[in-house]
């Protein structure tokens, strides 16, 4: 139990260390980067990258906050990608 | 336990804190609960000197519930034919809480991002050949599915991001019968004893523009037989390293994809098992390793739409197994080579050739369509 104590300990230090961290440390180069970009680099480094238009807006809302959990994406990242995404649709 | 408590409480509450950030807040309105069931079929064929014959056929719905913008659950089911009946399984069922940009809490049965390959590059349409490395399928090795609670996120730093995920989970099972002594059900849907384990995967995405990821993975249970059972204290220690990595190379219009993984895993030498005459006594060093590196090469920036959806792939595969176990006794290594036509962005044909040791050369084809 002790164990397992520290561990969630640890967990918990690193989680709120680098958030608190990283929360104002985001370079200009990533920070300016489109969803265009965002899409084709992040999607790719798994899969196909699917085209603007393969699913309704509501649709990628959805995907997007899936892929944030299985891809380990920040919410801007998502957000930016699902904009883009969706602008085929508009 | 009683100096750790406030501490533990205190981190919390500021991650709590962070989850009223305004910049992350977001409102709910009605009719935002949003649905939708994706995800693969797959059929196979396969030909040999000893067998022939259409496959395996799977089906994987996915269903995804978007509750609101913080809440999501997220659900596979799979169906498969591969042991000759229909066999439905509950793959995952994983209940997420946003709580700011950088992290997620989730809770259910999840796929642990335990290196790459299981649970991610594994799938029907990212995993480029019909079959599994040596080591990474069925009867292999590393955690696979699990039960529990965890953390994840992405944090970045500069140009660069560390993508972690942290979880406590029940872990694998120690499996004792005559033919399976010393290995482990990873996708046990209950506890067999009082013991959690704890694992995590931290990756990092060192290029700005996001294609290379390295990831180191880490799981330990410190008893993983049966409770009342003298292996009831037999632990079992997991090490991951992977790497994935793309580059689009403009002077032969193509885009070169490398993916590789090492895992190794340590079982406590107090195991003790019964040989076949359910009486004999006998333990080995237990302490199995497999490595595959795949490489796949798509002339994705041609002018020709058919040159444009080929890909070749080739990937070596190496399981290193305890000599003395019963399902052990040698190294086996397996080379294979694959032509993949890709349909859509998510479904493709594969073709295979695989040379295995101990086993015969294998001809593959399959089919699967994303939807």
Known sequence: ?90 | MRKLLPLIILLFLQILTYAQDASTATKTSPGSNKFVVYGNAEMSFMSNSDSKGFGEVNFKPIFLWRISPKLFVEAEAEIETGEGSVNLGLEYANMNYMVNQYLTLHAGRFLPKFGAYRGRLAEGFLNRFPSNPAGFGDGGIGASVETGFGALGALPFGSMKVLYDVYVVNGSHLLTDTANAGQFDYEAYIPNNKTMAVGGRIALVPFAKSNLEVGFSYQNKSGTGDLGTVNEKVSLSMQAVDLNYFENIKPIKSTLRITGEYRHQKVGDNAVYLKADGETQYSFANSPSAWYLSGSIRPSLVDSKFFRNLEIAYRYSNYQRPKDAPWGGSNLTSNEYALDYWLHWNSLLKIAYQVKDQEPSTFYASVVFGF
């Open chain 1, 1 to 90: 139990m002790k164990k397992l104590i520290t561990y969630i300990v640890i967990i918990a230090i690193f989680i709120t260390g680098g958030t608190a961290l990283t929360g104002c440390y985001v370079s200009s180069k990533v920070a300016n980067k489109s969803g265009a970009q965002l899409w084709g680099e992040n999607c790719n480094r798994c899969h196909n990258a699917p085209g603007p238009g393969e699913f309704n807006n509501d649709n990628w809302d959805i995907i997007g906050t899936h892929m944030q959990i299985r891809a380990n994406l920040t919410k801007t990242e998502v957000d930016k990608i699902t904009e883009f995404l969706k602008s085929a649709n508009n």
